[in-house]
């Protein structure tokens, strides 16, 4: 299914990612990366918060704020992302 979205993936997506530990979010990140081309190797950004990947028609940025106590300190990152039309963003726990 990750590969499916990823194909249509033009960049100016956001999509959150909800369920709980183990529930497969970063299955499905690694299935939008390949349906966006990338050769890199999509992993859980839960101890870096974020990582980058880029795709043939666009990149993708993959946040985690599992681990986030103070939300306001990727704000600036999350917003830069956001607003560039040639990336796709992916939020895990976003409620945090």
């Given at each position: ?5 990823g ?5 100016g997506e ?16 690694k ?8 050769k890199?190797?999509?992993a ?6 974020q ?11 993959h ?11 990727m ?11 040639a ?10």
């Amino acid at each position: 299914m990750g590969e499916k979205i990823g194909k249509l993936l033009r960049g100016g997506e956001l999509i959150e990612l909800v369920g709980d530990l183990g529930t497969g979010k970063t299955t499905l990140v690694k299935g939008l990366c390949k349906g966006v081309g990338t050769k890199d190797l999509a992993a859980s950004p839960t101890f870096t918060i974020q990582r980058d990947y880029k795709g043939k028609e666009c990149d993708i940025h993959h946040f985690d704020f599992y681990r986030l106590h103070d939300p306001g300190i990727m704000s600036d990152e999350l917003s830069e992302s956001i607003n560039d039309p040639a990336v796709s963003v992916v939020v895990e726990w976003g409620d945090i």
